[in-house]
């Protein structure tokens, strides 16, 4: 998944997810706290791997994952292509109004828009190249 998309949240908490990225992730996919403060989207065939994988963890150290993922939600855009974001994950991501939706990889994460910008600011191009060069990129 490729891309970076800037869109609004409405006053019900809803948006267009980009029609190419929805396309990639399939027919339904499930939203989840993300890492860094951001909301997640996996296909709901990734999301079931992932889930499963936590499952077949030792419950002493799968408890803490499985709470701060129990916050995760199937979603089905309408016919206008806009999903609903709870208000705990808005919550929890800091979105109000406007929000980057980015394809990475296998997944796609939705930032507000100002975390986004802040984040991305506080990354340097060496510290890129140097992870680039640790991993023979």
Request: charged fraction near 30%; glycine fraction near 8%.
């Given at each position: 998944?490729?891309?970076e998309?800037?869109?609004?949240?409405?006053?019900?908490?809803?948006?267009?997810?980009?029609?190419?990225?929805?396309?990639?992730?399939?027919?339904?996919?499930?939203?989840?706290?993300?890492?860094?403060?951001?909301?997640?989207?996996?296909?709901?065939?990734?999301w079931d791997?992932?889930?499963?994988?936590?499952a077949?963890?030792?419950?002493?150290?799968?408890?803490?994952?499985?709470?701060?993922?129990?916050?995760?939600?199937?979603?089905?855009?309408?016919?206008?292509?806009?999903?609903?974001?709870?208000?705990?994950?808005?919550?929890?991501?800091?979105?109000?109004?406007?929000?980057i939706v980015?394809?990475?990889?296998?997944?796609?994460?939705?930032?507000?828009?100002?975390?986004?910008?802040?984040?991305?600011?506080?990354?340097?191009?060496?510290?890129?190249?140097?992870?680039?060069e640790?991993?023979?990129?």
């Amino acid at each position: 998944m490729r891309g970076e998309y800037l869109h609004s949240v409405d006053s019900k908490g809803r948006m267009i997810f980009p029609a190419g990225l929805r396309k990639e992730l399939g027919e339904g996919f499930v939203i989840f706290k993300g890492l860094d403060g951001c909301i997640c989207a996996y296909s709901k065939e990734d999301w079931d791997a992932f889930e499963s994988k936590i499952a077949a963890m030792p419950i002493a150290k799968a408890r803490k994952l499985q709470r701060f993922y129990s916050a995760n939600y199937p979603c089905e855009p309408d016919g206008q292509g806009r999903i609903l974001l709870p208000q705990s994950l808005r919550t929890y991501a800091g979105i109000t109004k406007d929000v980057i939706v980015a394809g990475i990889q296998k997944r796609v994460e939705i930032w507000d828009a100002e975390r986004w910008k802040d984040y991305n600011d506080n990354v340097t191009s060496d510290e890129i190249s140097e992870l680039m060069e640790e991993e023979n990129i």
